[in-house]
């Protein structure tokens, strides 16, 4: 008998269908469900119906969008709502038996970062989370998306959640990245060329060489902004970067089950000849090192090029839109990007807060000094991100070039911890958004790379970090 090529979607996705729908809507078997400091509502819609958690095994939590990242102290939370909300998760999870880092546990971070560090994303399974990004952990080659907060006391309370089956959509990256060039260059390249919305309705998988040669950690800033280009989720076929990089994680299988489990996974890329409802290809060699200048992540341009002109737009609406975007970012048409003076640098968020982001941030900034006037931070992603960098003595760099060295969690990223860019200050970010008032209101955020935003830092603007890396 011979089977039908298959994707690595499919392979995740039909062995965990318990039940089909004739409206089309499957019940998915969740393998893990992560939790943050959002999901008190969740918790409190069991409460309401007597309802208790299934299965407090296949969870996990840890605080990260309201903690402080200049204490270790709920307490220190001002706002007293954010503060309960933070008090509330922890209450809840030692309630329902579900395991909890607190911020007095190094293994505390950001959940993206953390679930993948501690071997509870693993390749092949089903992983939700209340939380857009969680395409993140699609980078083990997982099935990995984000669901809203209803969903999530659905997944507490029966371990299982209705999905209406994703079309599929390949992005293969050709070929070599050059010298400068990163994870963070791919996805701003990608989500530029698909648009915000291009990947609506479907899972992308990454493929091809670039894709290969990428540390997990570079593969889960590509699949973690994934959902910036509308798709459901992003996912990575696991290989031996995965397994190398899995082996001996506290929750990682061990022993003769990891072995078992590492043939297992094998199967999982997609077969030759599996089919995708759309495909993309892009060339590494023509990727530069990206900057965005709108409020969209699809508004990303190389650091070589200019800002737009609205006057170029194709339609009066995008013209309208482009104007707007420019008043509120403070741009000029046609000014070059490397002449945007920054006022903050944030290094930091799920999608670049890991230890390989820190260290391509210290290699840029190592022996210089931010410049005069700009305010600088490096957030690592976890508590386990932050020992481990200053074992390597990074946090000792980024203090000796002025940077500051905080504690882990989303702080600036969405800014809900207190951690603000302040109205009309301009932030090079390495985060994945760049809304109207995203880091705080009126703030202007332009989304790069570690190393990227690490060369603004030492130039007070939007740098080509290829002409540092030159000169060292
Ligand atoms: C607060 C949370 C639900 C939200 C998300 O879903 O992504 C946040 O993490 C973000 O990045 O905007
Ligand atoms: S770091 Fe940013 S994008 Fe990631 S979960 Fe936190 S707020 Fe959301």
Redesign the pocket.
Known sequence: MSLAPRTLFDKIWQPHVVMQRDDGQSLLYVDRHLVQD?SAPAFEMLRQRGLPVRRPDRAFATPD?YVPTDSRVLADIADPEKRAMAQALQDDSAAAGIRFFGLDDLRQGIVHVVGPEQGLSLPGSVIVC????TATHGALGALAF?IGASEVAHVLATQTLWQRKPRTLRVTIDGRLSEGVSAKDIILAVIARLGAAGGTGHVIEYAGEAIRALSMAGRMTVCNMSIEAGARAGMVAPDDTTFEWLAGRPEAPQGAAWDEAVARWRQLPSDDGAVFDTELRLSAGDIAPMVTWGNSPEDALPITGRVPDPAEAATAERRASMQRTLAYMGLEAGQMLDEVAVDRVFIGSCTNGRIEDMRSAAEVVRGRRVAEGVEAWVVPGSGLVKQQAEAEGLDAVFLAAGLQWRHAG?SM??GTNGDQVAAGQRCASTSN?NFVGRQGPGSRTHLMSPAMAAAAAITGRLTDVRSLLAAH
């Open positions: 959002g969008h209340g939380d857009s990004h984000g989303c990223c969405l958004r």
